[in-house]
Nanobody, 114 residues
Framework: QVQLVESGGGLVQAGGSLRLSCTAS???????MGWYHQAPGKQRELVAV???????NYAESVKGRFFISRDNAKNTVYLQMNMLKPEDTAVYYC?????????WGQGTQVTVSS
């Protein structure tokens, strides 16, 4: 069982930046790592993903503002969020995907005030 611990959420004004971190309890070398968000009353949606080879993919709504990266030596994936908007407000979840199995973190709240 892989445990994922997110950190870095909080309250920020529109236009500001936050950096989320997600640290896994074991090696992420072979895993695709992703960030998802879920706003109240809405489904959980993909924000960004980075494969074990380093390829990245982003939701259209965050392209050019958010950047995902990984440090395999630290078993950690990051989400740099810039130019934040009120509509980015949500709980952000880290995901680890090994193909046959997936794991989720507990989530971290991001609130963007206008």
């Amino acid at each position: 069982q892989v445990q994922l611990v997110e950190s870095g959420g909080g309250l920020v004004q529109a236009g500001g930046s936050l950096r989320l971190s997600c640290t896994a309890s074991e090696s992420i070398f072979r895993m695709s790592m992703g960030w998802y968000h879920q706003a109240p009353g809405k489904q959980r949606e993909l924000v960004a993903v980075i494969t074990n080879g380093g390829s990245t993919n982003y939701a259209e709504s965050v392209k050019g503002r958010f950047f995902i990266s990984r440090d395999n030596a630290k078993n950690t994936v990051y989400l740099q969020m810039n130019m934040l908007k009120p509509e980015d407000t949500a709980v952000y979840y880290c995901n680890a995907d090994l193909g046959v199995r997936r794991w989720w973190g507990q989530g971290t709240q991001v609130t963007v005030s206008s």
